[in-house]
């Protein structure tokens, strides 16, 4: 959408609730309207909207505009939040819900936040903080500042204070979606996430897709989880999934779940053409994940810490992708015999003694990079499977 101001809204707030919420992104709908208040000759130089997100990683969002640049978006992790939280202006608008204004052409030995100095050394004059009550009950907080020589004046204080309500309207609807899409992704996975944010929600709803399967389980976890105490568990376990986790992410593949100890995940296959690249693609993202976690062994047996095994397990083939489970608490998930092929194909890692294994439909594309150890039977399969490992790993036998 492009940000210019829409001449045919009579008032900024008109074009708030007409325009504004139309537009493709918080950037453009904060650029769109400072560009009309500063036409109709309000002198912004610097604008921000400020929000608190709920996401593992984020703890706020900041978008700001200023004049001559336009509008950007930045994201801020916990430690940099809470490090200035303390003393910055949008917790006390939070706290109160009243707007802060500070003169910047006084003393600046008078100065009750640090934010003030770097307002100052920008050549502003003035700095209004007001709240964003938003209709979910959350409450995000806005910024403006001038570099006027006399600052704002009481009637265009009053002209900000007045869109307020119309801005928190647009910033809300958006604000509420964002945490939709962060969470549906977080949880579920960026792919999966999107579809069921678009509408694929009914019980059954789905597709058959061909994707190379990736399976990683943690050995001996039920051993440990009785030895060590809770929150060492759930470090562990987050310190091994995070080493799984980031060589699929990397190299384009998604994570569907997290299953106690183990972990599936999916390189969709485009289609017949791109089988090939993806087998190849999921082998790298393993290969990757066993480098991590030989660095990471190497750093927990220097600690003394007993180092983490597994067996990862690689297969190719149809799954059905989509919504199961009861009327009222729902997974989106792959079902379907391949799947069933490459949790049995898992369970072959420790009796052959190896932490990978694949299926011969998926070592078929990679060529040297895997060797067959032959055929094995497979529990619930009538016939026996060629499975192919890693070369160079016949001694990594792991413990019983």
């Given at each position: 959408?492009?940000?210019?101001?829409?001449?045919?809204?009579?008032?900024?707030?008109?074009?708030?609730?007409?325009?504004?919420?139309l537009?493709?992104?918080?950037?453009?709908?904060?650029?769109?309207l400072?560009d009309?208040?500063?036409a109709?000759?309000?002198?912004?130089?610097?604008?921000?909207?400020?929000?608190r997100?709920?996401?593992?990683q984020?703890?706020?969002?900041?978008?700001?505009?200023?004049?001559?640049?336009?509008?950007?978006?930045?994201r801020?992790?916990?430690?940099?939040?809470?490090?200035g939280?303390?003393?910055?202006?949008?917790?006390?608008?939070?706290?109160?819900?009243?707007?802060l204004r500070?003169?910047?052409?006084?003393?600046?030995?008078?100065?009750?936040y640090?934010?003030?100095a770097?307002?100052?050394?920008?050549?502003?004059?003035d700095?209004l903080?007001?709240p964003?009550?938003?209709?979910?009950?959350?409450?995000q907080?806005?910024?403006?500042?001038?570099?006027?020589?006399?600052?704002?004046s009481?009637?265009?204080?009053?002209s900000?204070?007045?869109?307020?309500?119309?801005?928190?309207?647009?910033?809300?609807?958006?604000?509420?979606?964002?945490?939709?899409k962060?969470?549906?992704?977080?949880?579920?996975?960026?792919?999966?996430?999107?579809?069921?944010?678009?509408?694929?929600?009914?019980?059954?709803?789905g597709?058959t897709?061909?994707a190379?399967?990736w399976?990683?389980?943690?050995?001996?976890?039920?051993?440990?989880?009785?030895?060590l105490?809770?929150p060492?568990?759930?470090?562990?376990?987050n310190?091994?999934?995070?080493?799984?986790?980031g060589?699929?992410?990397?190299?384009?593949?998604?994570?569907?779940?997290?299953?106690?100890?183990?972990?599936?995940?999916?390189?969709?296959?485009?289609d017949?053409?791109d089988?090939?690249?993806?087998?190849?693609?999921?082998?790298a993202a393993?290969?990757?994940?066993?480098?991590?976690?030989?660095?990471?062994?190497a750093?927990?047996?220097?600690?003394?810490?007993?180092p983490?095994?597994?067996g990862l397990a690689?297969?190719?083939?149809?799954?059905?992708?989509g919504?199961?489970?009861?009327?009222?608490?729902?997974?989106?998930?792959?079902?379907?015999?391949a799947?069933?092929?490459?949790?049995?194909?898992?369970?072959?890692?420790?009796?052959?003694?190896?932490?990978?294994?694949?299926?011969?439909?998926?070592?078929?594309?990679?060529?040297?990079?895997?060797?067959?150890?032959?055929?094995?039977?497979?529990?619930?399969?009538?016939?026996?499977?060629?499975?192919?490992?890693?070369?160079?790993?016949?001694?990594?036998?792991?413990?019983?």
């Amino acid at each position: 959408m492009d940000s210019l101001p829409d001449s045919s809204a009579t008032t900024p707030t008109d074009w708030l609730l007409r325009v504004g919420r139309l537009a493709d992104t918080a950037e453009d709908l904060l650029g769109g309207l400072c560009d009309l208040l500063v036409a109709r000759g309000l002198p912004l130089e610097r604008v921000g909207i400020h929000g608190r997100v709920l996401h593992p990683q984020v703890a706020g969002i900041r978008f700001l505009w200023r004049r001559g640049i336009g509008s950007e978006e930045t994201r801020y992790g916990y430690d940099t939040v809470e490090s200035g939280w303390e003393t910055s202006p949008l917790r006390t608008v939070y706290e109160t819900g009243e707007p802060l204004r500070r003169r910047l052409t006084g003393n600046p030995a008078d100065d009750d936040y640090p934010i003030m100095a770097e307002l100052r050394a920008e050549g502003l004059t003035d700095y209004l903080v007001a709240p964003l009550e938003q209709p979910s009950g959350m409450r995000q907080s806005s910024t403006w500042a001038t570099r006027h020589p006399n600052g704002f004046s009481d009637s265009q204080i009053a002209s900000i204070l007045g869109l307020l309500p119309a801005l928190a309207a647009c910033t809300d609807s958006r604000s509420q979606r964002r945490l939709l899409k962060g969470l549906l992704s977080i949880y579920l996975g960026p792919s999966a996430g999107a579809r069921v944010l678009a509408g694929t929600i009914r019980r059954g709803e789905g597709q058959t897709i061909a994707a190379a399967i990736w399976l990683v389980d943690l050995r001996d976890f039920t051993a440990t989880s009785e030895v060590l105490p809770g929150p060492e568990l759930i470090a562990l376990l987050n310190e091994y999934f995070e080493l799984m986790a980031g060589p699929v992410e990397d190299h384009g593949g998604e994570i569907l779940k997290f299953i106690g100890d183990a972990m599936l995940a999916i390189f969709p296959i485009a289609d017949d053409l791109d089988r090939d690249r993806a087998c190849r693609t999921a082998l790298a993202a393993a290969k990757k994940a066993l480098e991590r976690l030989d660095e990471a062994n190497a750093a927990r047996i220097a600690r003394g810490d007993r180092p983490m095994e597994l067996g990862l397990a690689l297969h190719t083939g149809p799954v059905m992708y989509g919504n199961i489970g009861a009327p009222e608490r729902l997974d989106f998930t792959v079902i379907g015999p391949a799947v069933n092929l490459t949790a049995r194909i898992c369970g072959l890692c420790r009796p052959l003694g190896r932490r990978l294994l694949a299926s011969a439909r998926f070592a078929s594309p990679c060529g040297s990079e895997l060797v067959s150890l032959g055929f094995h039977p497979l529990r619930g399969l009538a016939t026996d499977q060629e499975v192919f490992a890693l070369p160079g790993e016949e001694g990594r036998q792991m413990e019983g």
